[in-house]
Protein backbone atom coordinates (compact mmCIF):
# COMPACT_ATOMS: atom_id res chain seq x y z
CA UNK A 1 0.00 0.00 0.00
CA UNK A 2 1.02 3.49 -0.77
CA UNK A 3 0.39 6.69 1.91
CA UNK A 4 0.58 10.30 0.87
CA UNK A 5 0.78 12.90 3.35
CA UNK A 6 0.36 16.61 2.69
CA UNK A 7 0.77 19.53 4.76
CA UNK A 8 2.32 22.74 4.49
CA UNK A 9 4.12 22.70 7.23
CA UNK A 10 7.61 20.58 6.93
CA UNK A 11 7.75 19.42 10.56
CA UNK A 12 4.40 17.44 10.78
CA UNK A 13 5.35 15.69 7.33
CA UNK A 14 8.56 14.87 8.91
CA UNK A 15 6.61 13.62 12.52
CA UNK A 16 3.85 11.82 10.78
CA UNK A 17 6.53 9.62 8.37
CA UNK A 18 9.14 9.07 11.81
CA UNK A 19 5.97 8.26 14.24
CA UNK A 20 4.45 5.44 12.19
CA UNK A 21 6.09 2.05 11.70
CA UNK A 22 4.62 1.47 8.23
CA UNK A 23 5.87 -1.57 7.40
CA UNK A 24 3.47 -2.86 10.07
CA UNK A 25 0.78 -2.13 8.20
CA UNK A 26 1.50 -3.49 4.84
CA UNK A 27 2.69 0.11 3.67
CA UNK A 28 5.71 0.13 1.23
CA UNK A 29 5.75 3.92 0.01
CA UNK A 30 5.22 6.83 1.71
CA UNK A 31 4.86 10.20 -0.34
CA UNK A 32 5.19 14.06 0.96
CA UNK A 33 3.39 16.83 -0.65
CA UNK A 34 3.23 20.27 0.47
CA UNK A 35 0.14 22.08 -0.98
CA UNK A 36 -2.95 20.68 -3.48
CA UNK A 37 -1.52 20.79 -6.60
CA UNK A 38 2.10 19.47 -6.17
CA UNK A 39 -0.27 16.09 -4.24
CA UNK A 40 -2.85 15.98 -7.16
CA UNK A 41 0.75 15.62 -9.65
CA UNK A 42 1.66 12.82 -7.10
CA UNK A 43 -1.61 11.44 -6.77
CA UNK A 44 -2.01 10.84 -10.67
CA UNK A 45 0.87 8.97 -10.94
CA UNK A 46 1.78 7.03 -7.48
CA UNK A 47 -2.39 6.57 -7.09
CA UNK A 48 -1.96 6.14 -3.33
CA UNK A 49 -4.17 4.07 -0.91
CA UNK A 50 -4.57 6.31 1.94
CA UNK A 51 -3.84 10.60 1.64
CA UNK A 52 -3.40 12.25 5.20
CA UNK A 53 -3.88 15.97 4.31
CA UNK A 54 -3.96 18.99 5.97
CA UNK A 55 -7.12 21.64 5.16
CA UNK A 56 -5.53 24.85 5.52
CA UNK A 57 -2.89 25.44 2.71
CA UNK A 58 -2.10 27.87 0.14
CA UNK A 59 -2.68 27.14 -3.77
CA UNK A 60 -5.22 24.20 -3.10
CA UNK A 61 -6.37 23.69 0.31
CA UNK A 62 -7.42 20.12 1.66
CA UNK A 63 -11.21 20.45 0.15
CA UNK A 64 -10.42 21.99 -3.13
CA UNK A 65 -7.72 18.69 -3.04
CA UNK A 66 -10.86 16.76 -2.09
CA UNK A 67 -13.17 17.88 -5.08
CA UNK A 68 -9.86 17.47 -7.09
CA UNK A 69 -9.69 13.64 -6.09
CA UNK A 70 -13.21 13.38 -7.05
CA UNK A 71 -13.57 15.23 -10.34
CA UNK A 72 -10.44 13.09 -11.76
CA UNK A 73 -10.25 9.60 -9.84
CA UNK A 74 -12.29 6.64 -10.88
CA UNK A 75 -11.83 5.24 -7.02
CA UNK A 76 -11.22 7.75 -4.06
CA UNK A 77 -8.22 6.91 -1.74
CA UNK A 78 -9.25 6.46 2.31
CA UNK A 79 -8.69 10.31 3.46
CA UNK A 80 -7.67 11.45 6.46
CA UNK A 81 -8.31 15.11 7.28
CA UNK A 82 -6.27 17.08 9.85
CA UNK A 83 -7.01 20.64 10.80
CA UNK A 84 -5.99 23.13 13.73
CA UNK A 85 -10.16 24.22 13.82
CA UNK A 86 -12.66 22.52 14.69
CA UNK A 87 -15.48 23.17 12.27
CA UNK A 88 -18.99 21.57 11.28
CA UNK A 89 -19.00 22.31 7.98
CA UNK A 90 -15.31 21.56 7.40
CA UNK A 91 -16.40 18.26 8.90
CA UNK A 92 -20.22 18.08 7.19
CA UNK A 93 -18.52 18.48 3.44
CA UNK A 94 -15.84 16.17 4.02
CA UNK A 95 -18.44 13.86 4.76
CA UNK A 96 -19.80 14.06 1.25
CA UNK A 97 -16.63 12.63 0.29
CA UNK A 98 -16.19 9.51 2.44
CA UNK A 99 -13.41 11.07 4.48
CA UNK A 100 -12.18 8.22 6.92
CA UNK A 101 -11.24 10.83 9.78
CA UNK A 102 -11.05 13.99 11.20
CA UNK A 103 -8.09 14.51 13.46
CA UNK A 104 -7.78 18.28 15.82
CA UNK A 105 -4.02 19.11 15.60
CA UNK A 106 -2.28 18.33 17.82
CA UNK A 107 -3.02 14.93 18.37
CA UNK A 108 -1.37 12.23 19.96
CA UNK A 109 0.59 9.80 18.15
CA UNK A 110 -2.41 6.65 19.53
CA UNK A 111 -4.83 8.76 18.00
CA UNK A 112 -3.28 9.03 14.23
CA UNK A 113 -2.62 5.00 14.78
CA UNK A 114 -6.36 4.65 15.43
CA UNK A 115 -7.42 6.32 12.86
CA UNK A 116 -4.84 4.88 10.38
CA UNK A 117 -5.36 1.41 11.46
CA UNK A 118 -8.96 1.47 10.41
CA UNK A 119 -8.14 3.28 7.27
CA UNK A 120 -5.73 0.34 6.25
CA UNK A 121 -8.63 -2.14 7.15
CA UNK A 122 -10.91 -0.54 4.86
CA UNK A 123 -7.73 -0.29 2.08
CA UNK A 124 -7.74 -4.49 2.34
CA UNK A 125 -11.17 -4.96 1.80
CA UNK A 126 -10.83 -2.81 -1.16
CA UNK A 127 -7.87 -4.70 -2.85
CA UNK A 128 -7.96 -8.11 -4.66
CA UNK A 129 -7.55 -10.88 -2.93
CA UNK A 130 -4.58 -11.87 -4.98
CA UNK A 131 -2.11 -9.24 -3.56
CA UNK A 132 -2.92 -9.70 0.09
CA UNK A 133 -2.63 -13.41 -0.26
CA UNK A 134 1.99 -13.02 -2.36
CA UNK A 135 2.27 -10.57 0.70
CA UNK A 136 1.12 -13.32 3.46
CA UNK A 137 2.91 -16.17 1.60
CA UNK A 138 6.35 -14.74 1.85
CA UNK A 139 8.60 -16.78 3.74
CA UNK A 140 9.39 -14.07 6.75
CA UNK A 141 5.85 -13.28 7.21
CA UNK A 142 4.94 -16.82 6.96
CA UNK A 143 7.79 -17.54 9.99
CA UNK A 144 6.57 -14.55 11.99
CA UNK A 145 2.79 -15.71 12.07
CA UNK A 146 4.21 -18.82 13.04
CA UNK A 147 5.92 -17.86 15.96
CA UNK A 148 2.91 -15.55 16.75
CA UNK A 149 1.43 -19.02 16.86
CA UNK A 150 3.58 -20.69 18.83
CA UNK A 151 4.22 -17.81 21.63
CA UNK A 152 0.24 -17.61 21.91
CA UNK A 153 -0.19 -21.44 22.45
CA UNK A 154 2.74 -21.00 24.66
CA UNK A 155 1.05 -17.91 27.33
CA UNK A 156 -2.56 -19.65 26.75
CA UNK A 157 -1.13 -22.87 28.07
CA UNK A 158 0.01 -20.79 30.90
CA UNK A 159 -2.80 -19.08 31.25
CA UNK A 160 -4.77 -22.03 31.38
CA UNK A 161 -2.86 -24.05 33.33
CA UNK A 162 -2.48 -26.28 30.29
CA UNK A 163 1.69 -25.91 30.69
CA UNK A 164 2.67 -26.01 34.27
CA UNK A 165 6.02 -26.52 36.18
CA UNK A 166 8.80 -25.14 37.47
CA UNK A 167 11.16 -22.51 35.80
CA UNK A 168 13.43 -25.11 34.50
CA UNK A 169 10.51 -27.26 33.31
CA UNK A 170 9.58 -24.36 31.77
CA UNK A 171 12.55 -23.80 30.14
CA UNK A 172 12.99 -26.80 28.55
CA UNK A 173 9.39 -26.14 26.69
CA UNK A 174 10.24 -22.72 25.32
CA UNK A 175 13.62 -24.87 23.84
CA UNK A 176 11.28 -27.46 22.67
CA UNK A 177 9.07 -25.25 21.07
CA UNK A 178 11.94 -22.45 19.67
CA UNK A 179 10.39 -19.23 21.10
CA UNK A 180 11.84 -16.95 22.98
CA UNK A 181 10.21 -15.76 26.32
CA UNK A 182 12.30 -14.68 29.55
CA UNK A 183 11.25 -17.07 32.42
CA UNK A 184 14.10 -14.87 34.18
CA UNK A 185 11.56 -12.08 34.36
CA UNK A 186 8.69 -10.93 36.04
CA UNK A 187 5.57 -9.57 34.15
CA UNK A 188 2.45 -7.91 34.93
CA UNK A 189 -0.85 -8.77 33.57
CA UNK A 190 -2.97 -6.63 31.45
CA UNK A 191 -6.61 -8.04 30.82
CA UNK A 192 -7.99 -5.25 28.89
CA UNK A 193 -11.80 -6.01 27.56
CA UNK A 194 -15.22 -4.45 26.34
CA UNK A 195 -18.90 -5.67 25.79
CA UNK A 196 -19.46 -6.27 22.63
CA UNK A 197 -23.42 -5.43 22.87
CA UNK A 198 -22.37 -2.27 22.95
CA UNK A 199 -20.29 -1.91 20.06
CA UNK A 200 -20.62 0.12 17.16
CA UNK A 201 -20.97 -1.74 14.23
CA UNK A 202 -20.95 0.98 11.61
CA UNK A 203 -18.59 -0.01 8.75
CA UNK A 204 -16.87 -2.70 10.83
CA UNK A 205 -17.26 -6.10 11.52
CA UNK A 206 -16.59 -8.50 14.50
CA UNK A 207 -12.99 -9.40 13.24
CA UNK A 208 -11.80 -5.72 11.63
CA UNK A 209 -12.92 -4.10 15.23
CA UNK A 210 -11.02 -6.92 16.79
CA UNK A 211 -7.87 -6.50 14.72
CA UNK A 212 -7.54 -2.58 15.40
CA UNK A 213 -7.77 -3.18 19.07
CA UNK A 214 -4.97 -5.46 19.05
CA UNK A 215 -2.80 -3.41 16.90
CA UNK A 216 -3.67 -0.47 18.77
CA UNK A 217 -3.10 -1.92 22.42
CA UNK A 218 -0.27 -3.57 21.21
CA UNK A 219 1.51 0.30 20.02
CA UNK A 220 0.60 1.47 23.11
CA UNK A 221 1.80 -1.07 25.64
CA UNK A 222 4.90 -2.39 24.01
CA UNK A 223 5.39 0.86 21.56
CA UNK A 224 5.27 -1.59 18.61
CA UNK A 225 2.94 -3.53 16.82
CA UNK A 226 3.66 -6.98 17.98
CA UNK A 227 0.74 -9.70 17.95
CA UNK A 228 2.93 -12.45 19.45
CA UNK A 229 2.91 -11.52 23.13
CA UNK A 230 -0.96 -9.94 22.53
CA UNK A 231 -3.65 -13.41 23.55
CA UNK A 232 -7.59 -12.74 22.97
CA UNK A 233 -10.47 -14.40 23.80
CA UNK A 234 -14.26 -14.18 24.76
CA UNK A 235 -15.91 -15.18 27.41
CA UNK A 236 -19.81 -14.17 27.24
CA UNK A 237 -20.72 -10.97 26.15
CA UNK A 238 -17.06 -9.48 26.79
CA UNK A 239 -13.87 -9.43 24.37
CA UNK A 240 -10.43 -9.89 26.24
CA UNK A 241 -7.47 -9.01 25.18
CA UNK A 242 -4.45 -10.31 27.82
CA UNK A 243 -1.14 -8.49 27.39
CA UNK A 244 1.86 -9.39 29.67
CA UNK A 245 4.42 -6.37 30.45
CA UNK A 246 7.72 -7.28 31.53
CA UNK A 247 8.61 -5.38 34.89
CA UNK A 248 11.89 -4.67 33.09
CA UNK A 249 10.08 -2.62 30.80
CA UNK A 250 7.92 -0.18 32.37
CA UNK A 251 7.33 1.07 35.87
CA UNK A 252 3.90 0.58 37.75
CA UNK A 253 3.12 4.23 37.04
CA UNK A 254 3.72 4.09 33.28
CA UNK A 255 2.01 1.08 32.78
CA UNK A 256 -1.15 2.85 34.11
CA UNK A 257 -0.79 5.81 32.12
CA UNK A 258 -0.52 3.39 28.99
CA UNK A 259 -3.46 2.26 30.19
CA UNK A 260 -5.56 5.09 30.43
CA UNK A 261 -4.46 6.21 26.96
CA UNK A 262 -5.83 2.65 25.17
CA UNK A 263 -9.05 3.56 26.85
CA UNK A 264 -9.03 7.04 26.19
CA UNK A 265 -7.93 6.23 21.96
CA UNK A 266 -10.32 3.08 21.91
CA UNK A 267 -13.22 5.47 23.70
CA UNK A 268 -13.02 8.31 21.28
CA UNK A 269 -11.94 6.97 17.92
CA UNK A 270 -14.13 3.23 17.53
CA UNK A 271 -16.90 4.53 20.59
CA UNK A 272 -15.67 1.57 23.17
CA UNK A 273 -15.81 1.69 26.42
CA UNK A 274 -12.69 -0.46 27.47
CA UNK A 275 -12.04 -1.54 31.28
CA UNK A 276 -8.29 -2.88 31.73
CA UNK A 277 -7.16 -4.91 35.13
CA UNK A 278 -3.52 -5.40 35.80
CA UNK A 279 -1.62 -7.61 38.07
CA UNK A 280 1.66 -6.90 40.20
CA UNK A 281 4.49 -8.20 39.05
CA UNK A 282 4.63 -11.98 39.01
CA UNK A 283 6.48 -15.27 37.65
CA UNK A 284 5.56 -17.06 34.79
CA UNK A 285 5.21 -20.51 36.56
CA UNK A 286 2.47 -17.86 38.62
CA UNK A 287 0.75 -16.52 35.22
CA UNK A 288 -2.09 -18.81 36.27
CA UNK A 289 -2.74 -18.10 39.86
CA UNK A 290 -2.68 -14.09 38.63
CA UNK A 291 -5.09 -14.62 35.51
CA UNK A 292 -8.00 -15.83 37.44
CA UNK A 293 -7.65 -13.62 39.88
CA UNK A 294 -7.59 -10.55 37.75
CA UNK A 295 -10.45 -12.14 35.26
CA UNK A 296 -12.56 -12.60 38.43
CA UNK A 297 -12.01 -8.74 39.64
CA UNK A 298 -12.91 -7.86 35.66
CA UNK A 299 -16.18 -9.41 36.37
CA UNK A 300 -16.48 -7.40 39.02
CA UNK A 301 -15.89 -4.31 37.73
CA UNK A 302 -17.52 -4.75 34.18
CA UNK A 303 -16.99 -2.06 31.98
CA UNK A 304 -19.70 0.26 32.57
CA UNK A 305 -17.48 2.75 34.00
CA UNK A 306 -14.13 2.71 31.55
CA UNK A 307 -11.70 2.95 34.07
CA UNK A 308 -8.33 0.97 34.69
CA UNK A 309 -7.58 -0.74 38.10
CA UNK A 310 -5.11 -2.94 39.97
CA UNK A 311 -4.93 -6.22 41.31
CA UNK A 312 -4.30 -4.99 44.76
CA UNK A 313 -7.17 -1.75 44.64
CA UNK A 314 -8.86 -1.67 47.89
CA UNK A 315 -12.37 -3.12 47.79
CA UNK A 316 -15.18 -1.26 49.09
CA UNK A 317 -17.25 -2.82 51.56
CA UNK A 318 -19.82 0.06 52.34
CA UNK A 319 -23.25 -1.83 51.93
CA UNK A 320 -25.11 -0.46 48.79
CA UNK A 321 -28.16 1.52 49.54
CA UNK A 322 -30.68 1.32 46.84
CA UNK A 323 -31.28 4.59 44.60
CA UNK A 324 -34.68 3.67 43.70
CA UNK A 325 -38.07 4.06 45.90
CA UNK A 326 -39.70 0.85 45.82
CA UNK A 327 -43.11 2.33 46.20
CA UNK A 328 -42.56 5.14 43.79
CA UNK A 329 -41.24 2.59 41.03
CA UNK A 330 -44.62 0.47 41.83
CA UNK A 331 -46.67 3.48 41.26
CA UNK A 332 -45.63 4.51 37.92
CA UNK A 333 -46.19 0.55 37.31
CA UNK A 334 -49.46 1.45 38.59
CA UNK A 335 -50.17 4.30 36.36
CA UNK A 336 -48.54 2.84 33.36
CA UNK A 337 -45.99 5.60 33.58
CA UNK A 338 -43.27 3.82 31.43
CA UNK A 339 -41.47 6.81 30.17
CA UNK A 340 -41.31 8.36 33.58
CA UNK A 341 -39.91 5.36 34.76
CA UNK A 342 -37.40 5.11 32.11
CA UNK A 343 -36.15 8.60 32.76
CA UNK A 344 -35.68 8.41 36.63
CA UNK A 345 -33.96 4.77 35.99
CA UNK A 346 -31.50 6.53 33.65
CA UNK A 347 -30.91 9.79 35.82
CA UNK A 348 -30.24 7.47 38.71
CA UNK A 349 -27.30 5.37 36.66
CA UNK A 350 -26.07 8.64 35.28
CA UNK A 351 -25.85 9.96 38.59
CA UNK A 352 -23.84 7.21 39.88
CA UNK A 353 -21.82 7.21 37.67
CA UNK A 354 -20.52 10.86 37.84
CA UNK A 355 -20.10 9.79 41.42
CA UNK A 356 -17.52 7.18 40.38
CA UNK A 357 -19.64 4.43 41.59
CA UNK A 358 -21.28 2.52 38.96
CA UNK A 359 -19.35 -0.96 38.40
CA UNK A 360 -20.63 -4.15 37.86
CA UNK A 361 -21.16 -5.04 41.41
CA UNK A 362 -23.78 -2.06 41.64
CA UNK A 363 -25.31 -2.85 38.29
CA UNK A 364 -25.66 -6.29 39.85
CA UNK A 365 -27.88 -5.08 43.12
CA UNK A 366 -29.46 -2.70 41.17
CA UNK A 367 -30.72 -5.28 38.21
CA UNK A 368 -32.10 -7.28 41.56
CA UNK A 369 -33.87 -4.46 43.11
CA UNK A 370 -35.76 -3.66 39.96
CA UNK A 371 -36.50 -6.83 38.87
CA UNK A 372 -38.05 -7.78 42.79
CA UNK A 373 -40.10 -5.00 42.47
CA UNK A 374 -41.40 -5.69 39.07
CA UNK A 375 -41.43 -9.55 40.83
CA UNK A 376 -43.80 -8.19 43.86
CA UNK A 377 -46.22 -5.98 41.85
CA UNK A 378 -47.21 -9.05 39.30
CA UNK A 379 -47.16 -11.41 42.48
CA UNK A 380 -49.83 -9.09 44.24
CA UNK A 381 -52.48 -9.87 41.24
CA UNK A 382 -51.52 -13.85 41.67
CA UNK A 383 -49.29 -13.50 38.58
CA UNK A 384 -46.37 -16.28 39.35
CA UNK A 385 -44.11 -13.82 37.87
CA UNK A 386 -40.89 -16.12 37.57
CA UNK A 387 -43.10 -18.56 35.89
CA UNK A 388 -43.47 -15.27 33.07
CA UNK A 389 -40.28 -14.61 32.35
CA UNK A 390 -38.43 -18.33 31.95
CA UNK A 391 -38.48 -17.81 27.62
CA UNK A 392 -34.99 -17.11 26.16
CA UNK A 393 -35.74 -13.90 25.40
CA UNK A 394 -36.60 -13.18 29.23
CA UNK A 395 -33.40 -14.51 30.35
CA UNK A 396 -31.19 -13.33 27.62
CA UNK A 397 -32.26 -9.54 28.08
CA UNK A 398 -32.21 -10.15 31.78
CA UNK A 399 -28.22 -11.91 31.71
CA UNK A 400 -27.48 -8.61 29.94
CA UNK A 401 -28.81 -6.09 31.94
CA UNK A 402 -25.83 -5.47 34.27
CA UNK A 403 -23.56 -5.12 31.64
CA UNK A 404 -24.49 -1.27 30.68
CA UNK A 405 -27.27 1.53 31.36
CA UNK A 406 -28.67 0.82 27.92
CA UNK A 407 -28.81 -2.84 28.76
CA UNK A 408 -30.46 -1.90 31.83
CA UNK A 409 -33.30 0.42 30.13
CA UNK A 410 -33.63 -2.57 27.36
CA UNK A 411 -34.64 -4.49 30.52
CA UNK A 412 -36.88 -2.66 32.60
CA UNK A 413 -38.69 -1.35 29.05
CA UNK A 414 -39.15 -5.43 28.25
CA UNK A 415 -40.49 -6.17 32.12
CA UNK A 416 -42.69 -3.00 31.89
CA UNK A 417 -43.87 -3.75 28.68
CA UNK A 418 -44.62 -7.79 29.87
CA UNK A 419 -46.18 -6.83 32.97
CA UNK A 420 -48.62 -4.75 31.26
CA UNK A 421 -49.58 -6.86 28.73
CA UNK A 422 -50.31 -9.87 31.54
CA UNK A 423 -52.63 -6.89 33.30
CA UNK A 424 -54.67 -6.08 30.56
CA UNK A 425 -55.31 -9.64 30.02
CA UNK A 426 -56.33 -9.89 33.38
CA UNK A 427 -58.69 -6.82 33.36
CA UNK A 428 -60.59 -8.01 30.69
CA UNK A 429 -63.54 -9.85 31.22
CA UNK A 430 -63.69 -13.94 31.92
CA UNK A 431 -59.94 -13.38 29.65
CA UNK A 432 -58.47 -15.68 32.64
CA UNK A 433 -61.52 -17.76 33.08
CA UNK A 434 -61.81 -17.99 29.21
CA UNK A 435 -58.15 -19.16 28.51
CA UNK A 436 -58.31 -21.82 31.61
CA UNK A 437 -61.52 -23.03 29.57
CA UNK A 438 -59.54 -23.33 26.57
CA UNK A 439 -56.66 -25.43 28.15
CA UNK A 440 -59.07 -27.36 29.97
CA UNK A 441 -61.11 -28.38 26.41
CA UNK A 442 -57.70 -28.85 24.86
CA UNK A 443 -56.19 -31.32 27.37
CA UNK A 444 -58.96 -32.64 29.73
CA UNK A 445 -57.94 -35.94 28.15
CA UNK A 446 -54.43 -35.77 29.63
CA UNK A 447 -53.73 -36.40 33.17
CA UNK A 448 -53.95 -32.56 34.45
CA UNK A 449 -55.17 -30.67 37.53
CA UNK A 450 -55.29 -27.41 39.47
CA UNK A 451 -51.39 -27.13 39.23
CA UNK A 452 -50.92 -27.98 35.92
CA UNK A 453 -52.94 -25.49 34.83
CA UNK A 454 -51.85 -22.89 37.13
CA UNK A 455 -48.33 -23.23 35.97
CA UNK A 456 -49.94 -23.40 31.91
CA UNK A 457 -51.53 -19.81 33.05
CA UNK A 458 -48.41 -18.62 35.20
CA UNK A 459 -51.38 -17.50 37.94
CA UNK A 460 -51.02 -18.99 41.48
CA UNK A 461 -52.73 -22.23 42.11
CA UNK A 462 -54.82 -21.15 45.44
CA UNK A 463 -55.82 -17.68 43.51
CA UNK A 464 -56.91 -19.75 40.52
CA UNK A 465 -59.11 -22.05 42.03
CA UNK A 466 -60.92 -19.04 44.01
CA UNK A 467 -60.93 -17.13 40.78
CA UNK A 468 -62.91 -19.77 38.58
CA UNK A 469 -65.43 -21.09 41.75
CA UNK A 470 -66.46 -16.98 41.54
CA UNK A 471 -66.48 -17.20 37.76
CA UNK A 472 -68.19 -20.75 37.06
CA UNK A 473 -69.92 -21.72 40.35
CA UNK A 474 -67.90 -25.28 39.34
CA UNK A 475 -64.37 -26.30 40.74
CA UNK A 476 -61.96 -26.85 38.43
CA UNK A 477 -62.42 -30.77 39.19
CA UNK A 478 -66.04 -30.61 38.43
CA UNK A 479 -65.54 -28.45 34.86
CA UNK A 480 -62.66 -31.20 33.71
CA UNK A 481 -64.73 -34.25 34.63
CA UNK A 482 -67.66 -32.15 32.60
CA UNK A 483 -65.98 -32.18 29.93
CA UNK A 484 -64.26 -35.52 29.91
CA UNK A 485 -68.67 -36.98 30.82
CA UNK A 486 -69.51 -35.13 27.46
CA UNK A 487 -66.65 -36.53 25.57
CA UNK A 488 -67.35 -39.90 26.74
CA UNK A 489 -71.11 -39.94 25.77
CA UNK A 490 -69.90 -38.67 22.18
CA UNK A 491 -67.53 -41.92 21.82
CA UNK A 492 -70.52 -44.21 23.11
CA UNK A 493 -73.04 -43.10 20.50
CA UNK A 494 -70.73 -42.91 17.88
CA UNK A 495 -68.16 -45.52 18.08
CA UNK A 496 -67.97 -49.45 19.18
CA UNK A 497 -65.42 -48.63 22.08
CA UNK A 498 -66.18 -50.99 25.31
CA UNK A 499 -66.50 -48.54 28.26
CA UNK A 500 -62.64 -49.51 29.46
CA UNK A 501 -61.85 -48.04 26.49
CA UNK A 502 -63.49 -45.24 26.54
CA UNK A 503 -63.01 -44.44 29.67
CA UNK A 504 -59.02 -44.00 29.32
CA UNK A 505 -59.25 -41.81 25.86
CA UNK A 506 -61.02 -39.04 27.81
CA UNK A 507 -59.10 -39.03 30.91
CA UNK A 508 -60.13 -41.63 33.53
CA UNK A 509 -57.58 -43.56 35.18
CA UNK A 510 -59.89 -46.52 35.58
CA UNK A 511 -63.34 -47.70 34.87
CA UNK A 512 -64.67 -47.70 38.72
CA UNK A 513 -64.17 -44.08 38.87
CA UNK A 514 -65.17 -43.32 35.38
CA UNK A 515 -68.81 -45.32 36.73
CA UNK A 516 -68.75 -43.22 39.84
CA UNK A 517 -68.65 -39.67 37.77
CA UNK A 518 -70.72 -40.57 34.86
CA UNK A 519 -73.49 -41.52 37.33
CA UNK A 520 -73.29 -38.37 39.17
CA UNK A 521 -73.76 -36.08 36.30
CA UNK A 522 -76.52 -38.32 34.47
CA UNK A 523 -78.35 -40.28 36.81
CA UNK A 524 -77.60 -43.65 35.53
CA UNK A 525 -74.27 -45.59 35.21
CA UNK A 526 -72.53 -45.69 31.81
CA UNK A 527 -74.03 -48.69 30.69
CA UNK A 528 -77.34 -48.08 31.24
CA UNK A 529 -76.62 -44.98 29.73
CA UNK A 530 -75.71 -46.81 26.50
CA UNK A 531 -78.76 -49.24 26.17
CA UNK A 532 -80.92 -46.67 26.83
CA UNK A 533 -79.33 -44.31 24.20
CA UNK A 534 -78.75 -46.94 21.43
Not at 138 to 164: A, C, E, H, P, V
Not at 207 to 234: G, P, T
Request: with cysteine.
Amino acid sequence: MKVLIVDDDPNTVQMIENSIPWEEYGISEIFAAYHGQMAMEIIGKEEPDIVISDIEMPQMDGMELLEAMEETLPTMPEIILLTCHESFQFAQKAMQYGVSAYLLKPFRKEELTAVLTTSVVKCRRKMEGQRMKEKLQSSKRQLDRNQDYLMQNFLRGLFYRDITGTREELEKVVKTRGISFALDERYYLCLVGFNQTEMERRLLTDQEMHFILKNVASEVMYDQIDMKMVMDFVRGPYYFLMLPVSENFCTRTGLEERGERLIQAIGRYLHVKLSCVMSLPCCPENFADCFWKIMEQFKQLGTVRASVQWEDAKQTEELFESPFSAEDIREKIRQRKKVELIISVKNILEEIEKEGRLDGTIMHMIHQDIMQIFYSYLNESGIQAYRMFQDSVSRTLSNRAEYSKVDMIKYINYLFDRTMEKMDELQKENSLIGTVRKYIDKHYSSNIGRDEIAAAVCIAPSYLSKQFREETGQSLREYINSKRIDAAKQLMSTTKLNLTDIALQVGFENIPYFSTVFKKYCGVSPSEWKEKEG
